[in-house]
């Protein structure tokens, strides 16, 4: 028991965060949302000189290519890390994106409904998709704009692959997906609302996100894996994000059984 006790004093700053005593700690009177400030935008802004390419809606890919009931998909959830060489379709990827951030309604600018629940359905997360085999697409990183249902190119790279998974510590499998989902996170839109009790919820809302990734893919027999472990600054760098207001948070692996 001694040494439990002594690995939990340890632990004790990560174990707080886990926890919700954070809330007691907090005048939420005092947010930028009761002080009405401007809350940040739900959708990053997207660079004018960037190509889009307007996406299949994506309810009603996932209609059409889903091939199980729920309880089926909950069943057979398992993470893949062995994938053909066949791409992805567009529509297979526009039910991905739905499935994972889409937007079902925006009740104002400082709330939409979507997909995953969120805190406050403040949606702090941003998409990006290294995509190397889909069918429509050139080969690059890209970021997916849901209010807009369009994919934006950031950068055309045929090695896009090699480098998603340079930045994962090497894990093999990524180089191989036909795409890699990175999530980053825009702590702000969080903090607007819940001050000091934004961050633990933020990477709740990470799972909400992956886990509607796996149910899909399932219905759609595609195959994802999770990924937690990975360069921190090698990914925001990839993704061009500075580490600091927006920093990669989850990512995982897509591809064809």
């Known amino acids: ?39 940040p935008p739900l959708q990053k802004p ?31 959830r398992e993470s893949v890390r062995s994938f053909s060489d066949a791409a992805l379709s567009l529509e297979e990827l526009s039910a991905l994106l739905w499935a994972t951030q889409g937007v079902r309604e925006k009740l104002s600018p400082e709330c939409a409904l979507r997909t995953v629940p ?21 080969p690059g990183l890209y970021r997916y704009l ?20 340079a930045a ?28 000091l009790a934004a961050h633990k919820v933020i990477a709740i809302e990470a799972g909400h996100i992956c886990q509607n990734l796996y149910l899909t893919c399932t219905a759609i027999n595609a195959g994802t894996c999770a990924i937690a472990a990975y ?3 090698a990914c925001d760098e990839l993704l061009g994000v500075d580490g600091d207001e927006e920093f990669t ?3 995982a692996t897509v591809g064809k059984r």
């Open 1 to 39: 028991m001694g040494s439990h006790k002594k690995n939990a004093t340890r632990f004790d700053n990560n174990r707080f965060f886990l926890k919700d005593t954070i809330r007691q700690q907090i005048d939420f009177h005092q947010t930028e949302q009761n002080r009405f400030v401007t809350a």
């Open 146 to 165: 849901p209010f807009d249902n369009e994919l934006a190119l950031l950068s055309a790279d045929d090695t896009i692959s090699r480098k998603a998974a």
């Open 118 to 138: 969120s805190a406050g359905a403040r949606h702090a997360c941003e998409t990006y998709i290294a995509a190397g085999r889909v069918d429509g697409l050139q």
């Open 249 to 251: 948070l989850y990512i």
């Open 46 to 76: 997207c660079p004018a000189e960037a190509s889009r390419t307007v996406l299949p809606d994506g309810k009603t890919a996932l209609e059409q290519l889903g091939r199980i009931n729920i309880a089926d998909a909950i069943t057979r």
């Open 231 to 233: 360069d921190q600054t």
């Open 168 to 195: 994962c510590l090497g894990q093999g499998f990524v180089a191989k997906a036909a795409a890699t989902f990175f999530w980053t996170a825009v702590p702000v839109r969080m903090e607007w609302r819940y001050d």
